[in-house]
Nanobody, 126 residues
Framework: QVQLVESGGGLVQAGGSLRLSCAAS????????MGWFRQAPGKEREFVGA????????TYGDSVKGRFTISRDNAKNTVYLQMNSLKPEDTAVYYC???????????????????WGKGTLVTVSS
């Protein structure tokens, strides 16, 4: 089992920045791909981005490309989501997710993802 704990959510004005963190613990947390999904009120859960544990390759959802950056510190078993140029439509609960199969990040709404954090709320005011 792998446990994921997010931190860093909050309220920010449009155009601002915020950084989320997700710390993994449990069974071999350093050998697991990690990433982020988000869910806005009344909407389906949406893929934000992910990073491979072995080579650091990243992938992003279309709505955040060029604004959000994922990075990880394998020594700390932690993944980060740097969010810049935030928009009101970025308001959502952001969930950290992890899986040993990178392809599971492509599943609809992350339905095949094995591990989830409890989520952290990001609110972007206009």
């Amino acid at each position: 089992q792998v446990q994921l704990v997010e931190s860093g959510g909050g309220l920010v004005q449009a155009g601002g920045s915020l950084r989320l963190s997700c710390a993994a613990s449990g069974r071999t947390p350093n050998m697991i791909h990690m990433g982020w999904f988000r869910q806005a009120p009344g909407k389906e859960r949406e893929f934000v981005g992910a990073i491979r544990w072995d080579n650091g390759i990243t992938t992003y959802g279309d709505s955040v490309k060029g604004r959000f950056t994922i990075s990880r510190d394998n020594a700390k078993n932690t993944v980060y989501l740097q969010m810049n140029s935030l928009k009101p439509e970025d308001t959502a609960v952001y969930y950290c997710a992890a899986d040993r199969a990178f392809s599971d990040f492509n599943s609809p709404a992350g339905e095949r993802m094995n591990y989830w954090g409890k989520g952290t709320l990001v609110t972007v005011s206009s």
